[in-house]
């Protein structure tokens, strides 16, 4: 167990709904990181927030949005769903956004999208 | 632009044989490298990460890998495996450090079946 909780677990939605993907980090860690894992993209870099900010985007979609609230834990809102979206998502966690610290994932939500 | 890549999609071992998972990377400074192990419906576990020093690093799970900085490699190891070893490792580079933060880059994945 590392610490880090993602829900729900599961998640079956159709095209064109929203829907919003929550992680908890490890207790004390003010970096939030979120993946997507697809079949034909692999694991992916989506976009990073440290103590509330914003700190990287990676191949994130416009149709998809993040934030760190102040307790730090962190909401992915995906909207306007397509069949591409279907995926595992994962949040990570770090002590702070040091290159040396770190990363912890959660088990993932996995979304799909019909 | 930062890469991973492991050749092996699937690797079959016999259980008590020893493990060998390819892992080679690009970038352009002196990386931080990372093996991460997922279990079916898991999420991922670090194995061990190599920032610099000794160029072969020890991690758990009795696994170890080596940097070889001349062939951009970082290979995982295990001398006897386990059939709880069973699982998909993904070897990762840790790019964008200069503009402060540590965006992960994966390779595609090596999944490991052990064999009786």
């Known amino acids: 167990d590392s610490g880090v909780t993602q829900t729900p677990k599961h998640l079956i939605t159709a095209t064109g709904q929203r829907v919003t993907l929550r992680c908890s980090p490890r207790s004390g860690d003010l970096s939030v990181y979120w993946y997507q894992q697809s079949l034909d993209q692999g694991l992916q870099f989506l976009i990073q927030?440290?103590?509330?900010?914003?700190?990287a985007k990676g191949n994130i979609l416009e149709r998809f949005s993040a934030q760190q609230f102040p307790d730090l834990h962190s909401e992915l809102n995906l909207s306007s769903l397509e069949l591409g979206d279907s995926a595992l998502y994962f949040c990570?966690?770090?002590?702070?956004?040091?290159?040396?610290?770190?990363?912890?994932f959660g088990p993932g939500t996995r979304l799909t999208v019909l | 632009a930062q890469s991973v890549t492991q050749p092996d999609i699937h690797i079959t071992v016999s259980e008590g044989a020893s493990l060998e998972l390819r892992c080679n990377y690009s970038?352009?400074?002196?990386?931080?490298l990372f093996w991460y192990v997922q279990s079916p419906g898991q999420g991922l576990q670090l194995l061990l990460k190599?920032?610099?020093?000794?160029?072969l690093v020890q991690g758990i799970k009795g696994f170890e890998a080596e940097f070889k900085r001349s062939q951009s490699s970082f290979n995982l190891r295990k001398p006897s495996v386990h059939w709880s070893d069973a699982a998909e490792y993904f070897c990762?580079?840790?790019?964008?450090?200069?503009?402060?933060?540590?965006?992960?880059?994966f390779g595609t994945g090596t999944r490991l079946l052990v064999s009786p």
């Open positions: 990762a580079v840790g790019a964008e450090r200069n503009t402060g933060f540590q965006k992960l880059v």
């Open positions: 990570a966690s770090s002590l702070t956004f040091s290159s040396t610290d770190t990363q912890y």
């Open positions: 190599y920032f610099s020093g000794d160029t």
């Open positions: 970038y352009g400074a002196t990386p931080y």
């Open positions: 927030y440290y103590n509330g900010e914003e700190r």
